[in-house]
Nanobody, 119 residues
Framework: QVQLVESGGGLVQPGGSLRLSCAAS????????MRWYRQAPGKERELVAG????????TYADSVRGRFTISRENDKNTVYLQMNSLKPEDTAVYYC????????????WGQGTQVTVSS
């Protein structure tokens, strides 16, 4: 059974930082592309950042580029999202997503972790 478990969310003041983690189990982690999405109240889910299965290639939404960094440790089956210079508009539920690079239909989601940026 595949599980993706996010952690690290919380309440932070504008300008602050948080580090999200997503621990994966039940899959061959190194064969999955990993992504972070977020969904704010009343808005559609949007892609925040992605990282290739081997970790060499990353992508970012324009709204977070330069402030957020995605990384992964394949030996720990974990992907991270370091979020710096947080803004109120970053407030959302953040979701971890795993998609197989071998079989595209093998795609999994975590349960989400709330990030609230407020003074």
């Amino acid at each position: 059974q595949v599980q993706l478990v996010e952690s690290g969310g919380g309440l932070v003041q504008p300008g602050g930082s948080l580090r999200l983690s997503c621990a994966a189990s039940g899959l061959t982690f190194s064969t999955y592309r990993m992504r972070w999405y977020r969904q704010a109240p009343g808005k559609e889910r949007e892609l925040v950042a992605g990282i290739a299965s081997a970790g060499g290639s990353t992508t970012y939404a324009d709204s977070v580029r330069g402030r957020f960094t995605i990384s992964r440790e394949n030996d720990k089956n974990t992907v991270y999202l370091q979020m710096n210079s947080l803004k109120p508009e970053d407030t959302a539920v953040y979701y971890c997503n795993a998609r197989s690079v071998q079989v595209a239909r093998y795609e999994y989601w975590g349960q989400g972790t709330q990030v609230t940026v407020s003074s």
